[in-house]
């Protein structure tokens, strides 16, 4: 697996000065199906809607980008870059405040945070749904306790990550941070088991029966509470926790551990987790796992389950 970044070549790199365009003649990609890199340019160029044929190599062979009339080489960032100024749609690589120059530990944790407050605001939406009489066979008390149930999981492995990885790293920089933080995980937990009890009761409930209806409002208010909840954690521990880490040398093999930790989160929950981060953020959030993660067993299985996530898509439509 080491061998599928090659050093970048310069031949025939350059895309045309024409337009950006989004509907090239034909797009393939040439690479290892056991290479991290290029499950991650075939998810770049699904952000931007590209249809893409993946052409198996040699796990010797440097990985090809052929786009038309240009061939392309290089590491994952030179050909992410290209991608962008290849292809119209929402960028794939952006520096943000989380992508400059942050230990990797706090870049990590941020860009979970973002996944993990969108999923909890997607199942706000699809509750607030049922109660109006919007629910589809997705949107229904089924529907939602699927995606609950793996929303719940995620969270959960976050949480446990934070508090064998994150605050003890605080600890050193400042003593009592870490009490503080375990005692908001605890105070979230028993709203996040009394969410999944009211999703169960709600399914085997008479549909718009008074009890219904009440129970409906019932978990509307607790998943509200969790959102607002998380909301503020977040917020305050990426603006008076994880800046504490700047000062920390990072342990060696830290990603290692946080995936260890996350371990349904980085296998068959990983498509999961990259639904709701942004272009830019999936993207930078598995290079992340390519730069420190020396765990290559488990870095493949995180990848297969991406890969395998992406083959059972149908093909994209042009933006």
């Given at each position: ?170 600890e050193r920089a400042n003593r ?68 504490l880490l700047e000062g920390e ?71």
């Amino acid at each position: 697996m080491g061998n599928c970044v090659k050093k970048q070549s310069r031949r025939d790199i350059s895309p045309s000065d024409d337009a950006v365009t989004s509907t090239p003649a034909s797009v393939s990609l040439h690479g290892s199906d056991a290479c991290p890199v290029a499950a991650s340019l075939r998810l770049a160029l699904l952000f931007k809607s590209v249809a893409v044929r993946f052409v198996p190599s040699d796990p010797s062979s440097p990985i090809l980008l052929q786009c038309g009339p240009d061939a392309v080489s290089g590491d994952l960032d030179y050909l992410l870059r290209y991608i962008d100024g290849r292809f119209a749609g929402p960028p794939v690589v952006v520096r943000g405040p989380f992508s400059s120059g942050s230990p990797p530990l706090a870049a990590a944790v941020t860009i979970q945070h973002r996944s993990l407050g969108r999923l909890v605001d997607r199942a706000v939406e699809m509750a607030g749904d049922l109660t109006v009489g919007k629910g589809t066979r997705v949107g229904s008390p089924r529907g939602l306790g699927k995606l609950y149930s793996m929303l719940l999981e995620v969270l959960l492995e976050h949480a446990q990550m934070e508090e064998r990885i994150v605050f003890p790293a605080l600890e050193r920089a400042n003593r009592g941070l870490s009490r503080i933080a375990t005692e908001e995980h605890a105070r979230d937990l028993p709203i996040m088991n009394g969410i999944k009890e009211d999703i169960k009761a709600v399914g085997v409930m008479d549909s718009w029966t008074p009890a219904y209806q009440e129970a409906l409002v019932d978990m509307v208010g607790r998943l509200r509470t969790l959102q607002e909840n998380t909301r503020q954690h977040f917020m305050e521990e990426e603006r008076d926790l994880l800046p504490l880490l700047e000062g920390e040398d990072e342990e060696e093999g830290v990603i290692d551990k946080c995936m260890e930790v996350m371990e349904s989160t980085h296998s068959h929950l990983f498509p999961f987790f990259i639904s709701s981060l942004l272009p830019h953020e999936a993207m930078h959030y598995l290079s992340l796992l390519l730069r420190f993660c020396s765990n290559r067993v488990g870095l493949a299985s995180t990848f297969r389950s991406l890969t395998a996530h992406m083959d059972a898509l149908p093909p994209p439509t042009p933006s």
